[in-house]
């Protein structure tokens, strides 16, 4: 069980850490922001490739992998498949029909098939992880002075998303789609028994997320990392809050995280479990998946120093399993430190 995050404390000094139990769902679209909204509106939308030249790819694609015999047979078929006025040309015709009522005819597909459909553990699998250049981190307080620099490098950006100031991406001076920042933060994948869907978060809005989730020891804690007037928390005051995390869990507890590493049908019946079982977990489940993004303070690992790049990899990719810091982890998040 999510044990731990929707206590709130009632110590002043200790008010914006919630110690969780369990997590929090919304609408699955971020919207169109006005000030990128025309330039997403000017972007040409996905061409439908002609059939007959679809069908000519096909043929050259297929072809060094089969005989002379095999190719012929699949040539025969295309033929027929692509003859005027038959299936082919039917299914060209509904794609053509799908073109004019979607921007993109392809993504909604794409995604499902080739990630919420992918019933495969998203670790390593699926999820990439990437890595900051190697610290040296003599004591505790440099992790936690780190982290508290990387929060506020990233509430900085999110600033900048919320304001609509990125600058258009170009290629070959051609405008690109700027629709994935507005998804990146408060965003999660949430798991399904056939198929997992994913939840985002407007953040410009009155009821925006102002939490992140910080992991230790296998606890998840809410962390406010905003005040009433709408600036976020300074470095120090983020270093405050993440050194009383780590004195309220000084000891490991059970490493629920490493469940959202199971094969997605499992994790996905056991979501549903979660959910179900009390209230506490409910809602802790929801601040997990609402949070801006989610913080991991990992244990110290003992290595060969000969081995430390692979020991990084094992971090980054999946925490070297339940017995170093893989349940100090959320992996369905987008943005997981």
């Known amino acids: 069980m999510l044990r731990p995050m929707a206590r709130k404390l009632m110590n002043q000094s200790m008010r914006r850490v919630k110690k969780m139990t369990a997590p929090m769902q919304i609408s699955a679209k971020a919207p169109i922001m006005r000030s990128y909204s025309s330039h997403q509106s000017s972007l040409p939308k996905l061409p439908v490739p002609q059939f007959q030249k679809t069908l000519q ?10 005989t002379e015999e095999e190719f012929q047979h699949t040539k025969q078929i295309v033929e027929e498949f692509g003859k005027p006025g038959g299936q082919g040309e039917e299914l060209q015709m509904k794609l053509v029909q799908r073109s004019q009522k979607y921007e993109n005819w392809l993504s909604e597909w794409w995604l499902n ?7 495969t553990p998203v670790v390593v699998h699926s999820s ?37 100031k990125i600058p258009i991406d170009m290629m070959g001076g051609h405008p690109l789609c ?21 939840v985002v978060y407007p953040g410009n809005k009155s009821n925006a997320p102002r939490h992140i989730v910080v992991a230790h020891n296998n606890h998840f804690f809410e962390l406010d990392v905003y ?11 983020l270093f405050n809050q ?3 995390i780590c004195s309220m869990s000084p000891q490991a507890t059970d490493p629920v995280g490493i469940l959202t590493t199971e094969h997605r049908n499992t994790w ?10 009390d209230k506490v977990n409910k809602k802790s489940l929801e601040k997990i998946e609402k949070a801006i993004l989610l ?5 110290p690992l003992t290595y060969d120093p000969d081995d430390r790049l692979s020991a990084l990899g094992r971090q980054v990719l999946h925490g070297d399993g339940s017995h170093g810091n893989g349940g100090n982890r959320w992996v369905d998040k987008t943005i997981q430190v």
Do not use: N, W
């Open 57 to 66: 790819k096909y043929l050259l694609a297929v072809q060094p992998l089969l």
């Open 242 to 244: 993440l050194e009383k």
């Open 178 to 198: 700027m629709d994935q920042y507005y998804k990146l933060l408060s965003s999660c994948r949430i798991p399904g028994t056939k198929r997992d869907s994913i």
């Open 295 to 299: 913080l991991c303070l990992d244990r």
């Open 113 to 119: 098939a080739a990630y919420l459909d992918y019933r």
């Open 128 to 164: 990439p992880g990437v890595a900051f250049p190697l610290m040296d981190f003599k004591s505790e307080k440099d992790q936690l002075s780190f982290a508290a620099k990387l929060i506020c490098g990233a509430l900085d950006y999110k600033d900048v998303i919320d304001r609509e």
């Open 268 to 277: 996905g019946k056991v979501y549903k479990k979660l959910k179900k079982l």
């Open 227 to 237: 005040h009433s007037d709408g600036k976020h928390l300074t470095m120090e005051e």
